[in-house]
């Protein structure tokens, strides 16, 4: 971490520099963005030969089959965090993926976890109801150590604390039960922690694996879940939502610091809030409006946000008239009469309601919302429900995409997550702000660019993916790349190395098309003497930075010495960017006894 002082930044200000997201129909955030933007409905609709529950519930009348199906729920890669098969399949599978997500969120973010030096608070939130659901292990205390250690992997308690001690960090580790809040919980603890000097980052996240999976759900009227399996916020026909299953992470860092640590800014949390409605309750598990509407006026109070200044509103959005009735009630005691018109939006209608990550959908939509500037379109909205009363309140429900204009000049977001138990929460975000300018790139000034996995296979992939990213973002600086991929990743066994002068160079280099370049594999490399380089504390260090020196380095670095990084990049010339993450190959993990 960086010793530059925080200036100009509200200390309240929170950055967002990492994501991690897997959903219904989306393996990453970026395939996420893609079905919304596009309008794409991610619930599967399923034969009953995929469905494991009792038969008589299958062929009852009311029962809808249909879920948000997670195509990697059973699915991990033990080797990259030196976990036993043995152990993996005792892991529930929210345990696995949550690990798996922390991890892809410090890499999107750009650090490598044996290089952060920091205090990394680990926040998020499960469903306890998965751990028995998947295999309860045998009492731990008349089996003795073995089964001890085997609780350790299955609890629910321990999914924080276990991404710690198998990422190799160390800091604050909470794990959140606030049912279907349970991600927004996450946040604003993880908010609290930074803002107090707990932590010097925090991960922030949630994992929910509905079990079995997959599986549909009973029809009740006016209860929460669809009648014939899709969401329809602020719809007349609505009925309810479907289940689903995810994970979703977020890197988190005081704003001011992220600026001084040249990191990628998605968006700004500037305020959170949460609250319980408690006896105050209209029915114990409904939104109670007034208690919702505190908790999201004073999350835009905490962060100094007026709400005609919010033209972006992520509802709860469960698409039964009657919550979404409250929820919109609620909302508009809190933004009151103004001008301004906010965009009202649900995701659920896209993936459906991922419980203790639901307000992790929400999130990641309203970060990139703000990142790409545009509001998807809530889909499967045909009919407004006139009892909403939309004009008379600040919201306008967001039928069609759009580009985001917003009236007051800046764009922010609030999104609104409610859990069964009257749990209430409510973040608001606001767009990163402007870069700093910055001098054009040395073009044609040789650079070292590389990559490392634990096999040549997931080499080659990450070689591939690199090099797709690449030739889809013509903009990228060269310079910022390099910077990533050097200081960014955790250094693996295999390795490869490119000196490249440019952006098309290093596509070449990647595809194996760099004529005469220099580029070294940790299967071909040629020997060099370690004797011959200067070292520092952190390892060594190249001659100069002309071609040869930095072909010389990277011959010694593929072939297994530790190079000091940090003295490559001390120009301060390159900032953290999003790149592709680890290619995890994972397995099927799954436990069916002791």
């Known amino acids: 971490m960086t010793d530059s002082p925080e200036q100009e930044y509200d200390p309240g200000d929170v950055a967002v520099i990492g994501m991690s997201l897997r959903a219904p129909g989306a393996r990453t955030k970026e395939q996420f963005w893609d079905v919304l933007v596009n309008g794409r ?42 976990i036993s098969d043995r152990m993996a399949a005792a892991m529930t599978p929210e345990n696995r993926l949550y690990l798996e997500s922390a991890w892809e969120a410090l890499e999107d973010g750009g ?5 952060l030096k920091a205090e990394v608070g680990m926040y998020g939130a499960n469903n306890p ?25 299955w609890s629910p308690d321990t999914m924080t604390s276990n991404a710690l001690y198998y990422m190799g960090l160390t800091g604050e580790a909470v794990t959140v039960a606030a049912v279907c809040a349970g991600f927004h919980y996450s946040v604003h603890l993880a908010c609290q922690s930074l803002l107090l000097g707990q932590s010097d980052v925090a991960i922030a996240g949630g994992a929910m694996v509905r079990m079995p999976h997959p599986r549909g759900h009973l029809w009740e009227e006016n209860r929460i879940l669809s009648r014939d399996g899709h969401c329809r916020p602020f719809d007349a026909n609505g009925t309810g939502t479907a289940l689903s299953s995810g994970v979703v992470t977020v890197l988190l860092k005081p704003l001011g610091r992220a600026v001084a640590d040249r990191d990628h800014v998605y ?39 007026t709400p005609d200044t919010v033209s972006m509103y992520e509802a709860n959005g469960l698409g039964l008239p009657v919550t979404d009735e409250l929820e919109v009630h609620a909302a508009t005691m809190a933004f009151g009469k103004q ?3 906010t965009s009202i939006g ?12 639901s307000g992790g959908f929400g999130m990641v939509k309203a970060a990139l919302s703000l990142y790409h500037r545009t509001l998807p379109a809530t889909i499967n909205l045909t009919e407004v ?13 967001q039928i069609e995409g759009a580009a985001w204009e917003p009236e007051a000049g800046i764009r922010r977001a609030g999104i609104t997550s409610i859990g069964g138990g009257g749990y209430n929460a409510h973040l608001v975000l606001e767009e990163a702000p402007a870069s700093a300018g910055r001098a054009p790139e040395d073009e044609g000034r040789p650079r070292l660019a590389t990559l490392s996995a634990m096999d040549d296979e997931a080499l080659a992939r990450q070689r591939t993916r690199l090099k797709e990213r690449l030739e889809a973002d013509p ?31 290093l596509i070449a280099a990647l595809s194996g098309d760099l004529a005469g370049g220099p580029v070294t594999s940790t299967a071909a490399a040629p020997r060099t003497d370690p004797g011959a380089f200067s070292r520092t504390d952190e390892g060594i260090v190249p001659s100069g930075q002309d071609a040869p020196a930095l072909a010389d380095l990277a011959a010694a670095w593929v072939t297994g010495q530790q190079v000091d990084f940090d003295a490559l990049h001390r120009d301060g010339a390159g900032r953290r960017v999003p790149l592709p993450t680890y290619p995890f190959q994972p397995r099927r993990f799954w436990r069916t006894d002791w």
């Open 267 to 305: 968006a700004v949390v500037r305020g959170t809030a949460v609250n319980n409605n408690g006896v105050s309750a209209m029915a114990y598990g409904l939104a109670q409006p007034e208690r919702l509407s505190a908790c999201i006026a004073a999350a835009m109070e905490v962060g100094g946000v």
């Open 346 to 357: 649900g995701v659920k209608s896209n993936v459906g309601h991922g419980g203790v990550v």
């Open 111 to 115: 650090y490598d976890p044996d290089r």
């Open 385 to 397: 429900n006139p009892d909403l009363d939309f004009p008379s309140t600040p919201f306008v429900p």
């Open 475 to 505: 903009g990228a600086r060269l310079d910022d790349v390099c910077f990533t991929l050097n200081l960014g990743r955790k250094v693996m066994a295999r390795r490869w190395a490119a000196v490249v002068r440019s952006r098309e160079e």
């Open 339 to 341: 001008t301004a018109t």
């Open 41 to 82: 409905e991610t619930i599967s609709f399923l034969a009953k030969d995929d469905i494991h529950v009792d038969e008589t519930l299958i062929h009852s009348p009311f029962y809808v089959r249909a879920c948000g199906v997670l195509d990697t729920y059973d699915k991990f890669d033990p080797s990259v965090f030196g």
């Open 129 to 153: 109801q998965t751990a028995a659901l998947y295999s309860s292990p045998p009492d731990r205390v008349s089996v003795g150590p073995e089964a001890i250690e085997a609780s350790l992997a």
